[in-house]
């Protein structure tokens, strides 16, 4: 009968043999993964892990698929600033005009007293920084649908599928589904926390929505594309997951 002793190192043995094993196979797995052509930045597995995750969230969302509305003392008044890629100093906020594209008719080009004469919308919800951190916001602005029925009205009907926005110096742009670009949460704002829009926070007019991370909710919006082609999207061409759905 073997001893205490002799038990204790036999255990140890097949748990240093386990962990070489298991090191070795994650070691190879790792290898293996890195040889893989990649595919927009990340290694094809990779990014058909992504693609999955895409679909399983586009099968679920629809204008019912909310994020948590809160009270107005949920607020933090000293709301973090999320990136100022695009933000660039020489910007002049008096000459500012929102250029509007969608490949039918002639770019729109439209001040923000235009946006403020649609219907006025007041929301409170969370910025979700990819980061993990979180903010509760107080947002006024116009929703995008209201937006798009009042300036594309024919964008369904085009079969216009995406969304893209740009700054107005293009450093900073991303794009969107239609469906989540007109889901009733997603707004153009012009005021943060009861008070205008900051530079530092993307003033003139900011793009607001809640069931995408962070860095979906654009800043300085200079300009917006109605598309049939997937667009283009400033962290998805550095690796990143293009939907960014929560």
Same mark, same amino acid.
Not at 13 to 22: D, K, N, P, Q, Y
């Given at each position: 009968?073997?001893?205490?002793?002799?038990?204790?190192?036999?255990?140890?043995?097949? #748990?240093?043999?386990?962990?070489?094993?298991? %090191?070795?196979?994650?070691?190879? %797995?790792?290898?293996?993964?890195?040889?893989?052509?990649?595919?927009?930045?990340?290694?094809?597995?990779?990014?058909?892990?992504?693609?999955?995750?895409?679909?399983? #969230?586009?099968?679920?969302?629809?204008?019912?698929?909310?994020?948590?509305?809160?009270?107005?003392?949920?607020?933090?008044?000293?709301?973090?600033?999320?990136?100022?890629? $695009?933000?660039?100093?020489?910007?002049?906020? *008096?000459?500012?005009?929102?250029?509007?594209?969608?490949?039918? !008719?002639?770019?729109?080009?439209?001040?923000?007293?235009?946006?403020?004469?649609?219907?006025?919308?007041?929301?409170?919800?969370?910025?979700?920084?990819?980061?993990?951190?979180?903010?509760?916001?107080?947002?006024?602005?116009?929703?995008?649908?209201?937006? !798009?029925?009042?300036?594309?009205?024919?964008?369904?009907?085009? %079969?216009?599928?995406?969304?893209?926005?740009?700054?107005?110096?293009?450093?900073?742009?991303? $794009?969107?589904? #239609?469906?989540?670009?007109?889901?009733?949460?997603?707004?153009?704002?012009?005021?943060?926390? %009861?008070?205008?829009? !900051?530079?530092?926070?993307? *003033?003139?007019?900011?793009?607001?929505?809640?069931?995408?991370?962070?860095?979906?909710?654009?800043?300085?919006? $200079?300009?917006?594309?109605?598309? !049939?082609?997937?667009?283009?999207?400033?962290? #998805?061409?550095? $690796?990143?997951?293009?939907?960014?759905?929560?």
């Amino acid at each position: 009968m073997k001893t205490e002793d002799e038990k204790l190192a036999a255990r140890s043995r097949r #748990a240093f043999l386990t962990m070489g094993v298991a %090191g070795l196979a994650g070691f190879a %797995g790792w290898s293996w993964l890195r040889s893989r052509p990649l595919d927009q930045g990340l290694p094809g597995p990779l990014r058909s892990v992504l693609g999955l995750n895409e679909r399983l #969230a586009r099968g679920y969302f629809s204008d019912d698929h909310r994020m948590p509305e809160f009270a107005l003392r949920a607020v933090n008044s000293d709301t973090r600033v999320n990136g100022d890629i $695009g933000l660039g100093s020489d910007f002049d906020p *008096a000459t500012w005009k929102l250029e509007v594209q969608n490949g039918k !008719t002639p770019q729109l080009q439209i001040s923000l007293s235009e946006i403020q004469q649609l219907p006025r919308i007041e929301q409170i919800t969370e910025l979700n920084c990819i980061e993990g951190w979180t903010e509760v916001v107080h947002w006024t602005g116009v929703r995008f649908r209201d937006f !798009t029925a009042r300036y594309d009205p024919a964008f369904s009907a085009t %079969g216009a599928q995406y969304v893209r926005l740009d700054t107005p110096d293009e450093e900073y742009f991303v $794009g969107l589904d #239609a469906a989540s670009a007109l889901h009733p949460q997603t707004l153009l704002c012009f005021e943060m926390n %009861g008070k205008p829009l !900051t530079l530092a926070h993307g *003033a003139p007019l900011r793009l607001v929505i809640p069931v995408k991370y962070g860095v979906k909710n654009l800043k300085r919006i $200079g300009r917006i594309t109605y598309t !049939t082609d997937r667009p283009d999207d400033y962290w #998805a061409n550095q $690796g990143y997951d293009w939907y960014a759905g929560l």
